[in-house]
């Protein structure tokens, strides 16, 4: 049974930092293109980030360029976002996603493969 399970989330200050965790089994990450997208309260599924199978293509929403960082360790079946100088309208569940695929995706339709969800929620 493919599972994708989120980890991380919590509650934060503004400025600081969190690092998310993605946790896959039933599936063998390497073969998958994975990215992060979160959901804000009476929001729709935004996309944050994605990484490609190797790692080598990253690609980020305009909003959190030079503070996120996805990343992935396929040894460990495992993707990473790692959130620094965070923001109060970063406050969203946090969700992995995944896609066998090579490429890079953006839609959440495109991803078959979802995590949980984790809270992050930062004060100002």
């Known amino acids: 049974q493919v599972q994708l399970v989120d980890s991380g989330g919590g509650l934060v200050q503004a400025g600081g930092s969190l690092r998310l965790s993605c946790t896959a089994s039933?599936?063998?990450?390497?073969?998958?293109?994975m990215a992060w997208f979160r959901q804000a309260p009476g929001e729709g599924r935004e996309f944050v980030a994605s990484i490609s199978r190797s790692g080598r293509g990253t690609y980020y929403v305009d909003s959190v360029k030079g503070r996120f960082t996805i990343s992935r360790d396929n040894a460990k079946n495992t993707v990473y976002l790692q959130m620094n100088s965070l923001k109060p309208e970063d406050t969203a569940v946090y969700y992995c996603a995944g896609r066998y695929s090579s490429g890079n995706y953006y839609f959440p339709k495109e991803y078959p493969n979802w995590g949980q969800g984790t809270q992050v929620t930062v004060s100002s």
């Open positions: 039933g599936m063998d990450i390497s073969n998958y293109g």
